[in-house]
């Protein structure tokens, strides 16, 4: 069955590049931006920033569950070492969670939207400062996996290869 599977090129994938980190880009952007926009539009009573806020939200959701499956796949071609790991997995989890808590935020988006377009009352605030303070440790985890660890990296792909990093 392997044998029907494209090879693995220097990053260890079977794509020329990892597609996580665009998809998940797109994701975080919508986010913040859905996140900018209901604190603008709460302040100033705009209520069309509060559209801009529940769309962004809306395509942030169907996107999360893209990034996350790709994540997924890329975290098992990665072969992490033991130190980064503990890191990996928190990120997984955070990262199977925050689809959770971005598809609930938005369902409650939805119905307080559907019962008055014009306010989005503050625990909802409240909630976004929250969603805010998961996406940037998100964030955080992510960098340190690439930026410290350097997974799907060339020279960490070789050096896993050739079994020096364990």
């Known amino acids: 069955m392997l044998e029907y599977l494209p090879p693995l090129n220097e990053h260890n994938l079977p794509y020329p590049d990892t597609i996580h980190p665009i998809v998940v880009h797109f ?5 913040l931006f859905a996140v900018l926009c209901d604190a ?43 130190a980064a790991q503990s890191t990996l997995n928190l990120h997984t989890l955070l990262g199977w969670s925050l689809s ?17 377009p014009q306010k989005v009352p503050l625990a909802f605030m409240g909630a976004n400062v929250l969603l805010t303070g998961l996406v940037f440790f998100q ?19 070789e050096a896993i290869r050739q079994g020096a990093l364990q």
């Open 139 to 157: 964030v955080y985890l992510g960098d340190k996996l690439v930026w410290v660890y350097g997974l799907h990296t060339v020279p960490v792909v």
């Open 40 to 82: 603008i539009g709460f302040l100033t009573k705009n209520v069309r920033l509060h559209e801009v806020s529940w769309w962004n939200l809306f395509f942030a959701t169907l996107s999360i569950f893209i990034a996350v499956l790709f994540g997924q796949l890329e975290a098992g071609l990665a072969e992490p070492y033991n």
């Open 27 to 31: 994701v975080i952007a919508m986010v």
């Open 100 to 116: 959770g808590i971005l598809a609930a935020i938005t369902a409650w988006r939805y119905i307080l939207r559907a019962r008055d």
